[in-house]
């Protein structure tokens, strides 16, 4: 069946501008994750969805990050006034949510090039 | 906190030697450990997992991982390599939960870039 997809594959935009990241997962997976990975490092959780809540944001790096996720589907994570710093790869992944998440593994997009000018 | 440590950031080696990643988490609690890979210009792929059970696990294309809950440790192995297995290593770490909601957020560590000479 179809992947993970993210769209746009690449995006350039200039400091100060906001960014739309999308992401569409598998059908059926309830639950939905966002990371980030800055060159040369690991990937690093930025939140979670169950559904269409958001019970851990923890890993937002500031208040001008958000997600939202609608009809338990697509999910959009927007950036405010970018920064250099927020120049990354953007991957989105999902998995079934099985309860309480034991034995759930996690499925991989093809994430989003983000650089900032 | 959680954490993961991978010990080798890069690994040159002839095809057909033997591969040890290693692989070191910090964690008191059950957890879900896992090794993804990502080839060339492709996106993160699943290679082995473990949630339970016997700690030696088979993944894809040859590859296994031991878990030595003893040592903190999920070093990911492989006998033979090949030359197709040039790629970044990716080892992750997340809560076994047993409630509802609980995020299963993976740690990972930085990864190991892995160059197999023909």
């Known amino acids: 069946g179809a992947g993970v997809s993210q769209s746009p594959s690449n995006k350039v935009t200039e400091k100060g501008k906001d960014v739309e990241l999308r992401c569409d997962p598998i059908s059926g997976h309830t639950a939905l994750y966002w990371y980030r990975q800055r060159l040369g490092q690991g990937l690093e959780f930025l939140i979670y969805?169950?559904?269409?809540?958001?019970?851990?944001k923890s890993g937002l790096p500031s208040d001008r990050f958000s997600a939202e996720r609608t009809g338990e589907s697509v999910s959009t994570l927007t950036i405010q006034r970018t920064q250099q710093e927020d120049s990354a790869v953007y991957l989105c992944a999902s998995s079934q949510g099985l309860a309480g998440g034991y034995a759930d593994t996690q499925y991989f997009g093809p994430g989003t090039r983000l650089t900032v000018l | 906190a959680q954490s993961v440590s991978q010990h080798n950031h890069h690994v040159i080696l002839s095809e057909a030697a033997s591969l040890e990643l290693g692989c070191n988490y910090s964690?008191?609690?059950?957890?879900?450990l896992f090794w993804y890979v990502q080839y060339p210009g492709q996106h993160l792929q699943l290679l082995l997992k473990?949630?339970?059970?016997?700690?030696l696990v088979k993944g894809i294309k040859g590859f296994e991982a031991e878990f030595i809950k003893s040592k903190f440790s999920f070093n990911l192995r492989k006998p033979s390599v090949q030359w197709s297995d040039t790629a970044e290593y990716f080892c992750?770490?997340?809560?076994?939960?047993?409630?509802?909601?609980?995020?299963?957020?993976?740690?990972f560590g930085t990864g190991t870039l892995l160059a197999v000479q023909p």
């Open positions: 473990y949630f339970s059970g016997d700690p």
């Open positions: 992750a770490v997340s809560r076994a939960v047993n409630y509802g909601g609980a995020t299963n957020k993976l740690i």
């Open positions: 964690y008191g609690g059950t957890v879900n």
């Open positions: 969805f169950q559904g269409n809540s958001a019970p851990d």
